[in-house]
């Protein structure tokens, strides 16, 4: 099984719009089973809170369900527990390699390095109000990191 974690800086939007879409693109393929998946923040200015209403709406109307989930912090212990850790900006990269003391097993990745725009950003909508713009680059990174996964399963 591998373990996936997405990790942005509140947990509302970014990460759980990657940990959903991410999740529907391998239970369409029918390798739900194969995939363990989270997500987390590196801040804790939203600890507690649910799924943005932006994003909600945004998986809605792409029919990808949106279950419930509140916003958590990233642990020091799931470096162990997970087979990638998947940033969403290069600010995010930076807080998981402080948070955690570093990457030695080289599992921290920028989600649109597997859409072929490595070192690129997705834009956070909490500031942008884009949730239309990040739903564009979640969905390229998604399906190129389960393209890149598939052919090594």
Same mark, same amino acid.
């Given at each position: 099984m591998t373990k996936i974690l997405f990790v942005c800086h509140g947990n509302i939007c970014r990460s759980t719009m990657a940990q959903f879409v991410f999740d529907y693109l391998v239970r369409q393929q029918g390798r739900g089973a194969e995939f363990h998946l989270d997500s987390a923040a590196t801040s804790t !200015? !939203?600890?507690?809170n649910p799924v943005h209403p932006? $994003?909600?709406r945004k998986l809605a109307q792409v029919g990808i369900p949106c279950p419930d989930h509140r916003a958590r912090q990233l642990r020091k212990d799931e470096y162990g527990k997970f087979d990638l850790l998947i940033g969403m900006d290069q600010a995010n990269l930076r807080n998981m390699h402080r948070m955690l003391g570093g990457d030695p !097993?080289? &599992?921290f990745h920028c989600l649109l390095d597997y859409a072929g725009r490595p070192g690129q950003n997705i834009a956070d909508p909490w500031y942008t109000g884009n949730f239309? !713009?990040?739903y564009v680059d979640v969905l390229a990174g998604c399906q190129g990191l389960l393209a890149h996964l $598939? &052919?090594?399963i």
């Open positions: !200015e !939203e600890l507690g932006g $994003t909600r !097993e080289g &599992k239309d !713009e990040t $598939t &052919k090594e």
